[in-house]
């Protein structure tokens, strides 16, 4: 199931998954220290909020920033207009074919969009040099689990059980087993992988309602009509925030990685 982001509103609200890209970033390259004049992918840019921080250790560098979002891929392009170390494409990371190779790619937030994962680290695999790196995190095992719960629960409604006959999760959330065993396969070696949660709160249940249907529930509002959407969202962050404090339950899957030098 494919859906388009409202780039905009993702912009306001993606400050979580912001501060977890620097986080990832900083500890990453604190271990693999960049000269600064290197080539680096960034795999999933949206508005290029988390591009912003990599371009900062990359005085010298490049950045080729790829998303599938036409409306994510305007939006990045309206923000690093003028810069020549800053390329931004629409792409399909498992159709990617570039004919240049990186030293760094780096994703976040995007690989659980994405089905094939196979597929997904033999593209990138191919699309590092070698030596090169890969620094992704993601949504992991039990990711959102409390918010799947209280949508499914949701979408067997009468009111919308008609609209989801058939419906198919757009979620792959992977454990750190099968992630590892995965990038070993695509070609990858030094692999670390490991979760870790980042439960984050929100003030109401209205800010709740906001931010799941931008950050979260697309897939889900794809397969609604438009003034369907906003109660189906209304509804799952209601029975998500009954008997307590409104939380999404984000658990995080990080992964490093390296192909071969030789």
């Known amino acids: 199931m494919t859906f388009e982001w409202d780039a905009d509103e993702y912009e306001v609200l993606a400050a979580p998954h912001v501060g977890w890209g620097a986080g990832l970033l900083g500890g990453a390259l604190g271990r693999w220290p960049l000269v600064g004049d ?4 960034d795999a999933g840019c949206g508005t290029g909020r988390v591009t ?14 790829v998303d599938q979002s036409a409306a994510m891929v305007e939006a990045a392009r309206a923000r690093f207009d003028g810069d020549g170390r800053v390329r931004v494409e629409r792409r399909d990371l498992l159709e990617l074919d570039v004919e240049e190779q990186f030293d760094l790619i780096l994703s976040t937030a995007t690989f659980h969009w994405i089905p094939d994962h196979d597929r997904l680290f033999r593209r990138l695999a191919r699309a590092l040099k070698p030596g090169g790196r890969l620094v992704a995190q993601c949504g992991g095992a039990g990711n959102v689990a409390r918010v799947e719960a209280a949508a499914e629960a949701v979408m067997r409604d009468s009111r919308w059980r008609a609209r989801f006959a058939g419906w198919e999760s757009p979620w792959n959330f992977a454990g750190p087993g099968q992630t ?24 109401s249940v209205d800010e709740l309602a906001r931010y799941l249907g ?7 509002l794809a397969a609604l009509p438009a003034a369907e ?3 189906f969202v209304a509804a799952v ?8 404090q409104p939380v999404v339950d984000y658990v995080r899957l990080n992964i490093l990685a390296r192909r071969p030098a030789a």
């Open 52 to 65: 912003e921080l990599l371009l900062e250790r990359l005085a010298r560098g490049t950045v080729l920033a």
């Open 237 to 244: 962050a209601g029975r998500l925030a009954a008997g307590g």
């Open 38 to 41: 290197e080539a680096a992918m």
């Open 214 to 220: 931008t950050v979260v529930l697309g897939g889900h």
């Open 180 to 203: 590892e065993e995965r990038l070993e396969a695509a070609g990858f070696e030094k692999v670390e992988v490991w979760l870790h949660e980042e439960p984050t709160p929100f003030g």
């Open 229 to 231: 959407k906003e109660p």
